[in-house]
């Protein structure tokens, strides 16, 4: 049992460990990338072991097996788990070059576009999470709102640009993450075409007060998404479009999310890692792309 939080602002004390369907993927990518800056190798056998549990969690047909069921079956994680997930495989590979990583997630890839609505231009997926060997009907409608975020939408396009980088170019991914940034530029309701941000469109019975909501990290994990992949695959279009939506935002001084943070003294890492993803992530893309 991986306990990934000590806080000493409880008193006495507290080891907490949080079960949310992101936090093993998410904790252990940012354990990987600090490696690599540090060079530490303290307690690395546990990596393994971790890493190996990643492993163990992907299915036969690509899928990544959660530990909860829908009427008596497994389930995937949630899009937030899975592109973590493949994330930090992408990251174990860069450390040891060991070719599962990328076998692996290109499983995971190849299933996930399986599972995605192709609309001709432009694609998107349905849902959050799925059932081993689902088929989904082609006709079902678009999400939209947060909801086209939430549903991998604005997720999975970080991890098509990742992968695509580190081979070198994966043409499948390449055209379905083109028609997802077509589905989240004119087709989610969440963005508008000037690159403005659009509301949350919550269920006002469930979530009362906040369907005029604009929830600034949905917004913004999705541009950051949009952006890696039009650079790597070298997208003007699509980076012109990142650069508008961000001064967009600039212009309207973006800065808090509709979404409730964690209170003061609380026991939650998972601000914690993304903050150290983010920022690790950053450092790398300063190195490898300086300015003028």
Known sequence: MLYWLVNFQNQP?????????NILGKFTE????????TGSTLNDQADKYIMGTLLKKVGPDGLSISGTRDNGKFRSFNG???VRFMLA????????????WL????????RLIQLGVDKGDYAFFSQDAFMPDQKIDPSVKAPIGYFAIDCNNGRFLQAFAHYDKLVGGYEPGRKFGRKLANYLIHHSEYFGEDGSWKIDRFDPVKDPGRFEGVHFHAHTLSLIGMLEFAIVTNDQEL???????????IRRNATVGARAKWPPGSASSSNSSTRCIRRLRSARWRHDHPGP
């Open 103 to 110: 076998e692996t997630t290109k499983k995971m890839i190849d």
């Open 13 to 21: 004390p507290i080891m907490k460990k949080e079960t949310y369907w």
């Open 89 to 100: 495989m992408m990251v174990a590979y860069e450390r040891d070059h060991n070719p599962v």
């Open 30 to 37: 940012a354990m990987e990338l600090l490696r690599i800056p």
């Open 239 to 249: 980076k012109d479009y990142c650069k508008k939506s961000f001064d967009w935002a």
């Open 80 to 82: 937030c788990g899975t």
